[in-house]
């Protein structure tokens, strides 16, 4: 039987490989009713192993598991594929304010983990996602003053982060693996690097 951390990560990685079926041109000619049993059975088949190994595992093995921060934009990004295809709006679930606070948060945090994790320096940040309080109360301040400026998917990306963690939804128990992965972090930072140049030009336009 399948351990349940194990499933949390697969079921992660899963997310990937649904959205990638859903680009297929079949899933554009099907009705809503065959377009949710698509998406069931495409899960069935990225779960289901073949010689000891599933395409959700080999992309848990390539990339480990996917921050709740991953899961709930890839999330969105289904549900607004599933809404597109059933000939809805375009819109994406989060305004373009909400995403760029998440993805600025996320390539803050990308800049101060990841170059100390590597050996840079001799601090070690990444130790303080060990049931440390006081990240705990600095999350929970960053996200009471996202709130107070309408900001919702900050906020919302922190509380699922912590509430998995407490859970144990994975295997790991460093809460900073519940908030960002290394994909992630790529993403974000390229982000918000194309966005902070794109407005530079615009301003020497001006």
Do not use: H
């Amino acid at each position: 039987m399948m351990a349940f951390t194990d499933w949390t990560g697969l079921s992660g990685s899963a997310l990937v490989w649904l959205l990638l079926a859903l680009r297929l041109p079949v899933a554009a000619r099907l009705t809503n009713p065959q377009r949710a049993l698509f998406v069931a059975a495409a899960y069935c088949v990225v779960m289901l192993p073949v010689f000891g190994l599933s395409l959700a595992g080999w992309l848990r093995g390539m990339v480990g598991d996917l921050s709740l921060s991953s899961v709930l934009l890839l999330g969105a990004a289904l549900f607004t594929r599933l809404r597109l295809l059933a000939g809805g709006a375009a819109d994406t679930v989060w305004d373009a304010r909400d995403r760029f606070a998440l993805l600025a948060f996320l390539s803050v945090i990308a800049l101060l983990l990841y170059p100390f994790a590597l050996g840079v320096g001799i601090l070690d940040p990444y130790r303080s996602g060990f049931a440390g309080i006081a990240f705990i109360v600095a999350l929970a301040l960053l996200s009471l003053w996202a709130m107070r400026r309408n900001l919702l998917l900050l906020p919302l990306a922190i509380a699922l982060a912590v509430l998995a963690w407490s859970l144990g939804w994975y295997e790991s128990t460093n809460l900073w693996d519940y908030l960002i992965d290394a994909p992630l972090a790529i993403y974000a930072l390229a982000t918000i690097g194309k966005s902070l140049l794109f407005n530079v030009r615009r301003g020497n336009r001006a």
